[in-house]
Nanobody, 116 residues
Framework: QVQLVESGGGLVQAGGSLRLSCAAS??????MGWFRQAPGKEREFVAS????????SYADSVKDRFTISRSNGKNTVYLQMNSLYAEDTARYFCAVAVYPPKYDYWGQGTQVTVSS
C-alpha cells in the first residue's frame, strides 16, 4: 500500500505559475504520474516520470509549459506549472504505477484554480 499526499495547489492568475508536490510513503520507488479532472469532465493524463526520473511524458496540452521531476531521496514528485490558462483549472491527482502503465495508488488531489 502506497499513500500519496499532494500539496501546492491554489488560486493563481492566468499566466502565473504553481508548483505541485506529491509525497509518497515508504522507500520503494515507482513510476509516477499526474492527472487532472475538471468539473463535468473525465480525468485526463497530464505527465508521468519513470522510477529513476530518466524518462518523462506529457499531454500535448501541457507540453512546454509543465515540467515533471522527482526527488528520489525524498520520494517526492513535482509538477512545475508555468503559463497557466483558465483551462488548466482542475483538481490535480498524483498516482503511482507499480507495473506501468497501470496506476495502482492515487492521492486525494489538490485544487488548482486559474482566474482569467
Amino acid at each position: 500500500q502506497v499513500q500519496l499526499v499532494e500539496s501546492g495547489g491554489g488560486l493563481v492568475q492566468a499566466g502565473g505559475s504553481l508548483r505541485l508536490s506529491c509525497a509518497a510513503s515508504g522507500r520503494a520507488l515507482y513510476a509516477m504520474g499526474w492527472f487532472r479532472q475538471a468539473p463535468g469532465k473525465e480525468r485526463e493524463f497530464v505527465a508521468s516520470i519513470s522510477r529513476r526520473g530518466d524518462s518523462t511524458s506529457y499531454a500535448d496540452s501541457v507540453k512546454d509549459r509543465f515540467t515533471i521531476s522527482r526527488s528520489n531521496g525524498k520520494n517526492t514528485v513535482y509538477l512545475q506549472m508555468n503559463s497557466l490558462y483558465a483551462e488548466d483549472t482542475a483538481r490535480y491527482f498524483c498516482a503511482v504505477a507499480v507495473y506501468p502503465p497501470k496506476y495502482d495508488y492515487w492521492g486525494q488531489g489538490t485544487q488548482v484554480t486559474v482566474s482569467s
